[in-house]
């Protein structure tokens, strides 16, 4: 038992900077515990039955995120995790809104956490992990997933994909080729796709992560394997419930979709740097014909990748990573 204490303590103390950072992230949320229930929170908690009892639990991983609404209300996201994740939390608290909003505070802490250890690994230093970790915990970008308890999938989604890439690495920042982790590693993996389609954007970086800290490319083909298996088997289970693999309708063509995205991406790496103004919902202009603004946007995040890929091969595949 005094062995086992032991162990216990030291890793406390080895964390200690972790839990610091934690800890500075529950507190700067906590005037969220006295926020109501806001916007698609009454819809997708209050008035949604089926995430009031188990029976539904089925219906879930069957049906889309709002099926509760009938065909008239039907939208093309496929999360039964997070659905399932809203079960457990009526199941546990019932509809207290101080209760919902304490799961969220209490994710964002937890994620906190993962990005502390995910950047241990990474950085091997611990002022500039500490200095990670603390920023993710106050920085503002993160006020809408957090206060918002109908956006909580944001967190959990991010804490899947941060545990798939920490148990991919060994302590000491490697990747060993053993098939556990690969395996540990997809499954948190499958579990952020089925939590939000938007953790697919993660295939590519957990392959660069094997490429950048083994240097193997067998290793590269392998971890291929396992996460190309995940992806596919995704998008059939997709297919499968809602009959569709994307999410929006054609609401814009794929001409205007392309002109738009140079701004939109800057847009959004400059709330993420500048986090000034944030709101909910932001209107970005559509673009449907090539303009000098357009060409000069482009032209401007392409030398940006093109300066930080020449960092990363020169001096630090980080940078690369980042």
């Keep these: 038992m005094s062995s086992h204490f032991g162990v216990l303590k030291q890793n406390l103390r080895r964390n200690a900077a972790g839990w610091a950072a934690c800890a500075v992230a529950f507190a700067i949320y906590t005037p969220s515990l006295f926020s109501e229930f806001v916007r698609d929170d009454h819809w997708q908690i209050v008035e949604n039955p089926q995430i009031q009892s188990w029976d539904y639990l089925p ?29 457990v939390m009526d199941t546990i608290g019932g509809l207290s809104p101080a209760w919902w909003h304490f799961s969220s505070i209490l994710l964002h802490a937890v994620t906190t956490f993962a990005v502390y250890k995910l950047c241990d690994r990474l950085l091997r230093n611990k002022v500039a992990t500490l200095f990670a970790a603390s920023l993710f915990a106050v920085h503002p970008i993160h006020v809408d997933a957090v206060s918002w ?33 690969f395996a540990a590693s997809a499954a948190l993996y499958a579990a952020a796709l089925l939590t939000k389609e938007t953790a697919v954007a993660l295939l590519p970086v957990l392959l660069l992560i094997v490429l950048l800290r083994s240097g193997q490319r067998g290793k590269v083909v392998r971890a291929g394997y396992w996460y190309g298996f995940v992806t596919v088997g995704y998008f059939a289970i997709r297919w499968w419930a809602l009959g569709r693999i994307g999410t929006e309708e054609s609401k814009h063509s794929w001409r205007e979709v392309l002109l738009s995205s140079p701004s939109v991406l800057a847009f ?37 990748a093109a300066l930080l890929t020449w960092v990363a091969l020169r001096y630090s595949p980080l940078v690369g990573l980042g």
Excluded at 275 to 289: A, D, E, M, Q
């Design 59 to 87: 219906r879930l991983f069957s049906t889309n995120l709002w099926s509760q609404g009938g065909s008239e209300h039907a939208v093309h996201f496929y999360r039964p995790l997070f659905s399932t994740w809203m079960l």
């Design 149 to 181: 308890v109908s956006a909580s999938n944001e967190i959990l989604f991010t804490l899947l994909a941060l545990g798939a890439i920490i148990v991919l690495l060994a302590p000491d920042g490697s990747v060993p080729l053993t098939p556990s982790r």
């Design 268 to 304: 959004y790496l400059k709330k993420l740097v500048i986090p000034l103004r944030l709101s909910g919902f932001y209107v970005n202009p559509i673009t449907s014909s090539p303009t000098i603004s357009v060409w000069l946007t482009a032209g401007g995040l392409l030398i940006a």
